[in-house]
């Protein structure tokens, strides 16, 4: 089976070879192995769990995508990658999504040399920390920001969006190495099913939305 736990595990060095610089340690393959799994499996789930909390306590927007999905994808059809990259309202949907729920609360970078910034010095190995729960959430930005609304990312709404206050997967050249990936496994998940089925709050006053707010964002107990 060919899979990274698989091309780590091939690459392991030998504890009887010394001197060999090639190849990775038992301590790299177990800190690459919790990387793929918060990395590549928590925060997708997270996402996911969110997002279909959202559209179940938003059942118009739910009717919304899927008659986007039925028109791009009839009959239930294949889904093909052109198709759902394509579906504007999906995007929208989503990325309203992570506004309100981000994977990862706050993003944390390291000073590599010191430097002044507005009259602001900052020594060589300062640990920087940029809030990002707070940030998309901010009023100052975000109109109404408990609420759940789409339209924000919509096409003609989506260009005012500050993108210093919108990051769910970071920004710049450290952003999310697995974004694009991240954005279509879900995307594919959330068509698949709303082809399917309807997501239904039976009963508002007993899902209570319970989440872990650490570092990564994630909901305490299933939602629905």
């Known amino acids: 089976r060919v ?37 590549g499996y928590e925060t997708t789930s997270s ?14 927007t739910m009717k919304k995508l899927q008659q986007e999905i039925d028109q791009t994808i009839p009959n239930e059809a294949p889904v093909q990658y052109d198709a759902v990259m394509n ?17 990862v609360a ?15 010095t900052i020594p060589q190995g300062t640990s920087i920390m940029i809030p990002v729960f707070p940030l998309h959430r901010d009023p100052e930005y975000w109109p109404d920001p408990s609420t759940f609304n789409p ?4 096409k003609g709404n989506k260009e005012n969006v500050d993108p210093y206050v919108y990051m769910p997967f970071g920004s710049g050249p450290r952003n999310c190495i697995g974004m694009r990936f991240a ?19 039976p009963d508002p006053n007993q899902v209570k939305l ?12 299933n939602l629905l």
């Open 3 to 39: 899979d990274f736990l698989q091309l780590m595990i091939d690459s392991q060095k030998s504890e009887k070879v010394e001197h060999h610089d090639k190849g990775l340690t038992d301590h790299e393959i177990l800190s690459q192995s919790m990387i793929f799994i918060f990395a």
């Open 47 to 60: 996402t996911l769990s969110f997002f279909f909390y959202n559209i179940a306590t938003n059942p118009e």
């Open 87 to 103: 579906m504007e309202y999906l995007d929208a949907a989503l990325n309203e999504s992570m506004r309100l729920f981000p994977s």
């Open 106 to 120: 706050r993003l944390e970078r390291v000073c590599k040399e010191t430097i002044e910034i507005n009259g602001l």
């Open 151 to 154: 339209e924000r990312f919509t």
């Open 183 to 201: 954005l279509l496994a879900m995307k594919l998940a959330i068509v698949e099913i709303l082809q399917r089925f309807d997501v239904i709050n």
């Open 210 to 221: 319970l989440y872990i707010h650490n570092i990564l964002c994630t909901v305490r107990e």
